[in-house]
């Protein structure tokens, strides 16, 4: 088989497994990544001499082609929730604690599905992760548990993730191992991209077929100049909701399925603190929805160099895209010293670190529109892949452009 042409489109974790592969592969692979970075939500960032990983924050041993790409690389273990953490909470009642029980049977019923994917698992995806712990669980354990923790890892709303989902995510994630990088998982993108012909600062503003319908012809702009490419195929990695716009006449099972693609937002609050007092050696906490607080998390600790990190991020339901950056500072301040009153006055300096997309949504009924998708795509010359299509994860993202790299590698042998 001869090598082709292939450009993907997005230096994320998806789009850089896929030209990975396809360049393993023997092809002719080139990245476009229109930020200055790549790695997408999966880097790692130093600020005041502090390594901080502010978008993803681990791998886990559930995500089989993560695992599979990293094995040998520099690994070490971190803390993730977990089931018996939230039985030792004093301040759920006992009744919410015992409602665990309730929970079991349903983890059991999806242990042995695919974790890639989830639109072929059996199963109703007709309510919300809170109407589904409200009827079948407990309410409590969706406001001290459930919600709390998805809100700090994913920005999610009570009605941006189904019962069906959370199922699925809880036996993906929960009691698994999990990873990341004495460097920070960013190492793991910067390792991908370093074995790669990638191009950052090009965005890509149109995408078509080319004369006579084979291949593609890409348009971006790079050092201010207009620039045309062209392939035998595009990898598309672009968040799911930026995907029309590219296209004049996109196919009819695409704007059916990209218009219903959506994203949290989020951001989050870094602090260097410093002070001698014990209070600041460590603390944090959740923040449930219900309760008068405007923070979803806030947390600090102590380094060995004396001086402390902090990070503390808005609640969903709070967080506003059109804030400043000194609002948003000065209110997740105020809840941060209301916690921990020793916090008064020793704010030394403070990084907001924003993501307009931090996660996709999978509402109600999302996954149906996902299955039809699926079964007939629309694809060559142009393929997709990006963590909208499997679960919102880097696990996931990495998976998508796995599965994207062997589609087309099937397509070619076929000829």
């Excluded at 930026?242 to 959506?262: E, I």
């Excluded at 679960?391 to 990495?398: R, T």
Aim: glycine share 8%.
């Amino acid at each position: 088989m001869s090598s082709r042409k292939i450009i993907v489109v997005g230096a994320g974790i998806a789009g850089l497994t896929a030209a990975y592969r396809l360049q393993r592969a023997g092809h002719q692979v080139r990245v476009l990544e229109g930020s200055q970075k790549v790695g997408g939500r999966m880097i790692t960032i130093h600020w005041q001499g502090f390594q901080l990983d502010p978008g993803a924050s681990f791998l886990s041993s559930r995500d089989d082609f993560q695992v599979a790409i990293v094995r040998g690389e520099s690994r070490h273990k971190v803390n993730f929730m977990a089931l018996p953490s939230y039985l030792r909470w004093p301040t759920v009642s006992l009744g919410a604690r015992m409602s665990l029980a309730r929970l079991l049977p349903h983890l059991w019923k999806y242990r042995k599905s695919d974790p890639y994917h989830p639109e072929l698992v059996s199963g109703s995806d007709a309510e919300t992760m809170e109407e589904f712990f409200r009827r079948k669980v407990h309410k409590e354990m969706f406001d001290y548990w459930v919600q709390p923790t998805m809100d700090v890892m994913c920005s999610y709303r009570p009605d941006d993730y189904s019962g069906k989902m959370l199922l699925l995510s809880y036996v993906n994630y929960l009691s698994t191992r999990t990873y990341s990088f004495k460097d920070g998982l960013g190492y793991f993108t910067d390792l991908l991209a370093s074995q790669l012909q990638v191009e950052t600062n090009a965005r890509v503003s149109r995408l078509e077929v080319q004369e006579g319908g084979r291949g593609a012809r890409v348009q971006f702009r790079s050092n201010g100049e207009e620039r045309t490419l062209d392939a035998d195929c595009v990898v598309l990695t672009v968040p799911g909701d930026s995907v029309l716009p590219l296209f004049d006449n996109p196919h009819p099972a695409w704007t059916a399925f990209f218009s219903q693609v959506h994203y949290t937002s989020s951001a989050k609050l870094f602090m260097l603190l410093e002070g001698d007092d014990p209070a600041l050696d460590q603390g944090g906490a959740f923040f449930p929805k219900n309760e008068p607080w405007q923070v979803a998390v806030v947390g600090w600790q102590r380094k060995p160099d004396g001086r402390i990190l902090g990070m503390g991020a808005l609640k969903a339901g709070v967080y506003d895209p059109a804030m400043t950056e000194a609002e948003f500072t000065r209110l997740v301040l105020a809840e941060a010293i209301r916690f921990e009153p020793a916090i008064q006055g020793r704010v030394k300096d403070t990084l907001v670190y924003r993501w307009p997309r931090k996660v996709p949504t999978f509402r109600p009924g999302y996954l149906e529109a996902l299955k039809r998708f699926k079964e007939d795509p629309q694809e060559n010359p142009f393929y997709f892949c990006g963590d909208y299509l499997i679960m919102g994860s880097a696990g996931s993202a990495l998976a998508s452009g796995w599965q994207c790299a062997d589609r087309i590698q099937n397509s070619f042998e076929a000829g």
